[in-house]
C-alpha cells in the first residue's frame, strides 16, 4: 500500500523558514512507482479543525498550484519529477503556523490504479 511520507518539520523561531517534503513511497503491492497526480497539504493545531494550506495538482501542460489565502505570500508548493517529490515552502513563520502539516496525494500506481492516501504528518513549532 501507497505510504505518503513527510518529512522537514522542526523547531524554528518566528519569522525563519521551513520546507517540508512529501513522497509517495510504494508498497510491496504497488507495482513498484507511484505516479502524483496531486499533492493538498493540510495542517492541524490543537483546538483547531484540520485547514487546507496549499497543494499542486499534475497537468499535460504542468502542474497548477494553489496557495490558501491564510498563507498567501509565504508558503509555496511546488514539485520535484526527478525526486517525484513535492515541498512546501514556508516562509516568515509565526506562531499561528504551528501545527501537524499533513500531505494528501491522489496517487496512481500500476496494480491499484489511482487512490487517495494521507500521510502520519510532520510536526512543524514556531517559537515566538
Known amino acids: 500500500q501507497v505510504q505518503m511520507v513527510e518529512s522537514g518539520g522542526g523547531l524554528v523561531q518566528a519569522g525563519e523558514s521551513l520546507t517540508l517534503s512529501c513522497a509517495a513511497s510504494?508498497?510491496?503491492?504497488?507495482?513498484?512507482?507511484?505516479?502524483?497526480?496531486?499533492v493538498d497539504w493540510y495542517r492541524q493545531a490543537p483546538g483547531r479543525q484540520r485547514e487546507l494550506v496549499a497543494g499542486?495538482?499534475?497537468?499535460?501542460?504542468?502542474?497548477?498550484?494553489h496557495v490558501e489565502e491564510i498563507v498567501r505570500g509565504r508558503f509555496t508548493v511546488s514539485r520535484d519529477t526527478t525526486l517525484n517529490m513535492v515541498f512546501l515552502k514556508m516562509n516568515n513563520l509565526t506562531s499561528d503556523d504551528t501545527g501537524t502539516y499533513i500531505c494528501?496525494?491522489?496517487?496512481?500506481?500500476?496494480?491499484?490504479?489511482?487512490?487517495?492516501?494521507w500521510g502520519r504528518g510532520t510536526q512543524v513549532t514556531v517559537s515566538s
Open positions: 510504494p508498497g510491496q503491492d504497488s507495482g513498484g512507482l507511484t505516479v502524483i497526480n496531486t
Open positions: 499542486i495538482v499534475r497537468r499535460n501542460s504542468g502542474d497548477d498550484t
Open positions: 494528501a496525494g491522489n496517487i496512481w500506481t500500476p496494480t491499484k490504479g489511482a487512490n487517495n492516501y
